[in-house]
C-alpha cells in the first residue's frame, strides 16, 4: 500500500512539473506571437496591437495589423499545431518515429489536389480548397499505406518512409508540371508551395481555422486512446480496444489537422517530424502529454521560423517551408542514422 501511495505521489508531481512545463512553453508561445505582430516594414507597439484588436478604428496601423500580420500569426498557429499533432498521430498510430505528414506524402497530396482544384476547376475559395486538401491528403494516406503492404513483410516503418518519398516525389513534380503550364495559377501559389504564410487572409483563417481546431479537440479528447494504439495492436485489443476502429479514426484526424494545415500554408515540411520527438525528450513516450506539447511547440515553431525570416530577409518574401527546413532536415538525417545505428 505504501509502494502504491509513493508511486502515486511521484506520478502526481511528475504531471505537476509537465503542466508546468507546458504553461511555461504557452507563455513563450504567446510572447512570440504578440511579438511577430509588432514587426514589419514599421514597427507597431504593443499598445496599438492591442488597440487594433480590441478597439479597431480603420486607421492605416490598424488595417497593417489585422489584414497583414495577425491573419499571419494565426496561420501559423494553427498550421504549425495542426502539423505538429498530425505527425505525433502518425508515428503513434504506426509505431514508426519517422512518420510524418511531409515524409508520407500526406502534405504533397493535399497540395497537388489544390494545385488541380485551380488549375483545372479554376476555384478560389479558401473554404472550397481545404475540402480538395482533405481528399489529396487521404488519398495520398491510402496509396503509400498500400504501397508500404505489398510484400510479405507488410507496412515496416522503412517501407512507410520509402513508399512516402517515392509519392511525395512523384505528386510533387506532377505539381511542378502543371504549374510550368499555367502561369496564372503559378503566380497564385508561386510561394504557398513551398510552404508560405505570406498573404494570408482573414478570411481563410476563418474558413481553415474550424477544420483545425476540431482536429486538435479530437486529437486532445482520444489522447488516452491514441497512447493505447501506440502499444500495438495486441495491447488494444487487450484493453478492450479495436485497434482498426482507432486507426481509422487517427487517419480522419491526421487528414483534418494536415489537410488544413497545408491549405493554409503550404506543404510545410518537418514539423511533423521534428516536434513530436522534441516532445518525446521532454516528457517521455506518453502521448497524453505528447499532443498537448506537439500542439503548442508546432505553432512556436511555424510561427518563430516566419518571423525570423520576415527578420533577416525583410526585403524578400522568405517562405516559412525553407526556415523549417534549415532546422529539420539536419534532424531527420541525424534521426535515420540513429536509426540504423541502433538496428541490430
Not at 15 to 23: I, K, N, Y
Not at 200 to 217: K, T
Not at 263 to 278: D, M, T
Amino acid at each position: 500500500m505504501t509502494g502504491t501511495r509513493l508511486g502515486g505521489r511521484i506520478a502526481a508531481r511528475t504531471d505537476g512539473m509537465r503542466s508546468f512545463a507546458l504553461a511555461a512553453l504557452c507563455l513563450v508561445l504567446a510572447a512570440v506571437a504578440i511579438w511577430s505582430v509588432t514587426l514589419g516594414t514599421s514597427r507597431t507597439s504593443i499598445r496599438d496591437v492591442l488597440a487594433a484588436i480590441l478597439a479597431f478604428d480603420g486607421s492605416r496601423e490598424h488595417l497593417v495589423v489585422m489584414t497583414l500580420r495577425l491573419p499571419r500569426v494565426l496561420a501559423g498557429l494553427l498550421a504549425g499545431s495542426g502539423l505538429a499533432v498530425a505527425g505525433a498521430i502518425m508515428q503513434a498510430m504506426t509505431n514508426n518515429p519517422l512518420a510524418s505528414p511531409g515524409l508520407l506524402g500526406v502534405n504533397a497530396g493535399a497540395a497537388f489536389a489544390v494545385v488541380m482544384a485551380m488549375s483545372l476547376l479554376g476555384v478560389a475559395s479558401s473554404g472550397t480548397h481545404v475540402w480538395f486538401a482533405f481528399g489529396g491528403a487521404g488519398a495520398a494516406a491510402v496509396i503509400v499505406y498500400a504501397l508500404a503492404s505489398s510484400g510479405r513483410a507488410g507496412a515496416t516503418p522503412l517501407k512507410l518512409v520509402l513508399a512516402g518519398a517515392v509519392l511525395t516525389t512523384f505528386l510533387t513534380s506532377l505539381t511542378t508540371a502543371f504549374l510550368l503550364f499555367d502561369q496564372t495559377t503559378l503566380d497564385a501559389v508561386r510561394l504557398w508551395t513551398a510552404g508560405s504564410l505570406a498573404g494570408r487572409s482573414m478570411q481563410q483563417v476563418v474558413d481553415v481555422a474550424p477544420h483545425i481546431l476540431a482536429g486538435l479537440a479530437a486529437a486532445l479528447i482520444f489522447r488516452r486512446h491514441l497512447m493505447t494504439l501506440s502499444l500495438g495492436a495486441s495491447a488494444a485489443r487487450a484493453v478492450g480496444q479495436n485497434p482498426v476502429l482507432w486507426r481509422g479514426i487517427a487517419v480522419v484526424i491526421v487528414i483534418l489537422l494536415a489537410g488544413g494545415a497545408v491549405s493554409l500554408a503550404g506543404p510545410v515540411g518537418f514539423v511533423g517530424l521534428v516536434v513530436p520527438h522534441i516532445a518525446r525528450l521532454t516528457v517521455g513516450v506518453d502521448y497524453r502529454w505528447i499532443i498537448p506539447f506537439g500542439a503548442v511547440g508546432g505553432a512556436l515553431m511555424v510561427v518563430l521560423a516566419d518571423t525570423l525570416g520576415r527578420t533577416l530577409f525583410a526585403s524578400q518574401s522568405f517562405p516559412v517551408g525553407v526556415t523549417v527546413a534549415l532546422v529539420g532536415a539536419p534532424f531527420f538525417i541525424w534521426l535515420a542514422r540513429r536509426r540504423v545505428d541502433a538496428a541490430p
